[in-house]
């Protein structure tokens, strides 16, 4: 398999750290980040690499050679001018055609299951594929907008007119079909995003695949401090990244946000006291957050999908200004009573989804190939509780119900599930 590399960029942003090394070099806990990123592409099966280099390329080809100690094969590519994000594909066509391949960005620590990715992009027969995750800083990002079958709908550069869109950004890692080639008819200077990914979205030919797995650009001094932080803590990669892993599940009203009844306004949306911090403490490691949560007002009429998409953009939006993210929401639409003017029938009717029952939890764990066992839903209502159970979860309460731990809110819950040693070794 087949990965391309643009570690051609001048790094301006972070070129205060040092001018004579070209940013993918910049160490990493005493590593350069394109070699990290060389030894988990090798890992993936990735063996023939090719790294496009420009400002400073020869400190990378000094460094690599023809790759056969760091056991890849590497092709290099020289920008004899800056080329953009994507213009040095217009002279990879001969060494790319045939096979899919992977495209990233030089300045990204990551550790992903790309085998997995790269299925994915096979099931859905599109041109491209983009790995997205939810950002601690969506304002500076590219937010990507997707449909219910992961087809991206729209591609929303931080430059743009923004309407309220969930926490989705592009985290610089693309697979392509090779028919993306034939685009590039010159060499020239050429935005990814602008000239390829958003036409390809208005094509309904590019797709989004959300995981919570690490990935983190350091392209900004502060975020390569962060980087490092993580190596240091070892939260980029824990045991198998194939392994199963755990992942804490909350409810939405009551829990994250002030129970205010049913919720059918962005404005209704007011985070309690420290939920958006403790949601930070399992974001920093790296512990999926998912939300589960019951939408009957879908059923009654009184909101339709635009709505409800309004409203966990405001709560993502909300978590964001602390610093905090939801790896996804997961809800139920379905309400079994009738009687509510301006109802949807479709809607009206008993499933697996809605809690007590389990779906939602099963669903995600489907979605992101966790472990139930390993994880833990918090939730303020014995439906909540219930529903832990049903899906093979470990349940903490916010009140006085039974469950494996309780507590006064959602912080307090937090804390002692990261006090326990034992939950502590099942999360990790």
Same mark, same amino acid.
């Given at each position: ?139 500076? *990002? ?5 449909? @219910?079958? !992961?087809?991206?709908?729209?591609? $929303?550069? +931080?430059?743009? #007119?923004? &309407? %309220? ?16 080639? *034939? ?5 020239? @200077?050429? !935005?990814?995003?602008?000239?390829? $990914?958003? +036409?390809?979205? #208005?094509? &309904? %030919? ?38 199963? &892993? ?183």
């Amino acid at each position: 398999m087949r990965a391309v590399i643009m570690a051609g960029g001048k790094g301006t942003r972070i070129a205060s750290l040092a001018r004579d090394i070209p940013k993918p070099m910049l160490p990493l806990c005493g590593k350069p980040v394109l070699e990290r990123q060389i030894e988990v592409l090798r890992r993936e099966g990735f063996l023939d690499i090719v790294l496009v280099v420009g400002h400073l390329g020869a400190v990378i080809q000094n460094h690599f050679g023809n790759g056969c100690a760091f056991g890849v094969r590497i092709t290099y590519i020289e920008e004899k001018e800056p080329l953009g994000t994507a213009g040095a594909l217009a002279l990879l066509g001969d060494v790319l055609k045939g096979d899919d391949f992977l495209l990233l960005n030089g300045d990204v620590l990551f550790d992903v299951d790309l085998k997995r990715f790269l299925a994915f992009h096979r099931e859905k027969r599109g041109i491209a594929t983009v790995f997205t995750h939810p950002s601690t800083h969506p304002a500076d *990002s590219v937010i990507v907008e997707s449909d @219910k079958n !992961d087809r991206v709908t729209a591609f $929303l550069a +931080p430059d743009t #007119a923004r &309407r %309220a869109s969930r926490n989705r950004t592009n985290a610089g890692l693309h697979f392509f079909s090779p028919a993306v080639l *034939s685009r590039f008819k010159t060499v020239k @200077k050429t !935005d990814l995003d602008r000239e390829v $990914l958003v +036409p390809l979205a #208005a094509e &309904r %030919a590019l797709f989004a695949y959300n995981s919570p797995e690490y990935v983190k650009d350091m392209g900004t001094p502060q975020r390569l401090k962060e980087a490092e932080r993580d190596l240091a803590a070892g939260v980029v990669t824990r045991g198998d990244p194939k392994s199963p &892993r755990g992942a804490i599940f909350l409810d939405r009203d009551g829990t994250i946000n002030r129970h205010v009844g049913f919720v059918t306004s962005p404005d209704q949306i007011e985070l309690l006291p420290g939920a958006a911090e403790a949601i930070k403490q399992l974001n920093d490691r790296h512990i999926p957050v998912i939300v589960v949560t019951n939408q009957p007002v879908l059923a009654r009429g009184e909101v339709d999908e635009a709505g409800i998409t309004a409203i966990h953009a405001r709560l993502e939006a909300l978590l964001a200004e602390q610093g905090a993210y939801l790896t996804d929401i997961f809800y139920c639409p379905h309400h079994p009573d009738s009687g509510f003017a301006g109802e949807v029938p479709a809607l009206k009717r008993i499933c697996n989804c809605r809690k007590p029952a389990p779906g939602l939890l099963l669903a995600a764990a489907k979605r992101y190939d966790l472990d139930l066992s390993r994880s833990f839903m918090i939730g303020d209502s014995e439906s909540d509780m219930t529903a832990a159970r049903r899906a093979g979860c470990r349940a903490a309460a916010i009140g006085g119900m039974q469950a494996d731990i309780t507590g006064s809110s959602l912080p307090d819950c937090v804390s002692k599930i990261l006090d326990v040693e034992e939950y502590r070794h099942d999360l990790s």
